[in-house]
């Protein structure tokens, strides 16, 4: 069972650079999410999308934009990056299910390592 | 501004051993999530509560939330070294909100 995947794992960038991070889910959930972990930070939300077609806001989107391309794949794009952006990347999915909590992250990819220089 | 709060930070012990781990915030939460990462991988979600007061089991592991839906606690009984891990607690309020971990070592 493959669940969520990311690609790439691993990326170096210079600043100013541009990329776009893929994440793919195959359990037909409804909700996605891409997260960034920093040592010290914790997991911090970038973007989500609570359904195909639309995406909000999470607490750190500045610097980034986000595709819901359908169901199953939510893009993440750096335009220009920023040394700031050296990070973990992590997508998660949710839903499928009747109630209200499991539309939250309940499936993490294993994320891209993202580093900027 | 972290909402969630855990502690410790790090612990180490030896196996065999019991440990409680905690969460807490100032906020209520509609529900709260614990997940276990390992070094190089996405968490994994061990359980979720939802109601004050909650505990549920998993095997050795014991998690419970607080009456108040404010805070919870994961307890480990007799830990092994697979034990290891980043434990992360999470609360849900419009969005899901994580605690920095804890970082938990179990050694033989």
């Known amino acids: 069972n493959a669940g969520v995947t990311q690609t790439p794992k691993f990326q170096v960038l210079k600043t100013g650079q541009s990329m776009t991070l893929q994440c793919a889910q195959d359990?037909?959930?409804?909700?996605m999410y891409w997260y960034r972990q920093d040592p010290g930070m914790g997991l911090r939300l970038i973007y989500y999308?609570?359904?195909?077609?639309?995406?909000d806001k999470g607490e750190v989107p500045n610097g980034y934009n986000v595709s819901r391309l359908n169901k199953r794949e939510f893009s993440l794009r750096l335009e220009s990056a920023a040394p700031s952006q050296t990070s973990v990347y992590f997508c998660?999915?949710?839903?499928?299910?009747?109630?209200?909590?499991?539309?939250?992250?309940?499936?993490f990819g294993d994320g891209t390592r993202l580093s900027i220089l | 501004t972290q909402l969630l709060e855990q502690s410790p930070q790090f612990l180490s012990i030896q196996e065999g051993e019991n440990l409680t781990v905690y969460c807490n915030s100032s906020s209520v939460f509609s529900s709260l999530q614990w997940y276990r990462q390992e070094p190089g991988e996405g968490p994994v979600l061990l359980v979720t509560v939802v109601t004050g007061g909650e505990v549920k089991k998993l095997k050795r592991l014991t998690f419970q939330f607080g009456d108040a839906r404010k805070d919870s606690s994961l307890h480990i009984t007799a830990a092994q070294p697979g034990d290891t891990g980043l434990y992360l607690c999470a609360g849900s309020r419009y969005a899901l909100n994580f605690g920095k971990g804890t970082s938990l070592l179990v050694t033989p």
């Open positions: 998660a999915s949710g839903g499928g299910g009747p109630s209200f909590y499991s539309n939250q992250p309940q499936h």
């Open positions: 359990m037909n959930h409804n909700s």
């Open positions: 999308s609570a359904s195909e077609g639309t995406t």
